[in-house]
């Protein structure tokens, strides 16, 4: 399985063009990628009282993260402070730059093999233990909002899209949140990494901004998250920043083969994409050890 991009960006060399209004549907209403993440965004800051400072911390660790990875296309341009992203400027209130996943090309790939196959590799399989697949609507043609509903009885809201994913892959597995030791999680937007904690289970509703403020998040927090960098500082290469990156770098944790930010003795680890700006989330959930 593999994906890449390359020669894209052929508008805006610096703006990726999925990003830009391409239709009747959303042209007319200025409804941009940054935009419609923001719309979530701020919904949660106005229910919650999450603050700019607090989706500033989650830019910062994961930027810094990147900052260490020499694979990383923003390797050595930090370190980050909060400060630093809240000085980079508005692009969709409350996103400031720094608060945004970067463009580049290039791809990856993953081997997938069954059981029988995977015991007689050079590399140590790390196994799938669970997924699930979380969508309300057409990504990108519809504007988001936090309460739409799809025609499920249990009433979870687009607002914590991938809830539902995240449940079946910790249902098929026999595990909670509570097991996963990293957390390689899609960041198209800081607060995306807030809305996924919450609604995976990580910590209650609206107790996401507090929890990434006291540290769970960085390096020897209770859940790392995207530690190569993410979108916002590894790589950002059109369809392979989708699912494949994640699961590659929550690959590399769980065989401790991380050249940065390992986190020591990591046993499972979940991955995802999408988010509710975009209507939809997939979550997979890996083990070291075959289920």
Known sequence: MSAGGAG???DRAATAPWTRPAHEFVVGYGLFTAAEFAL???RHMLTFGTTPEQL???AATIRNNGHVNPQAVYFGRGPFTPDDILASRMIADPYHLLDCAMTAEGGCGLVLARADRAASLRQQPVWI???GSDSFGPSYQIAPRWDLRGSSADGIPNGYVGRRAA???FAASGLGPADVDV???YDPFSFEIIRQLEAYGFCAEGEGGPFVAD???GPGGSIPVTTDGGLMSFSHAGLSAQLLQRIIRGVEQLRGNCATRQVPGAEVAICSNGGAGALFTDVLLLGRERP
């Open 8 to 10: 894209i960006y052929t």
């Open 40 to 42: 979530i965004a701020r």
């Open 56 to 58: 500033a911390t989650v």
């Open 129 to 131: 233990l669970g997924g």
């Open 167 to 169: 449940r079946q892959a």
């Open 183 to 185: 957390a390689e999680l």
């Open 215 to 217: 540290g769970h998040i």
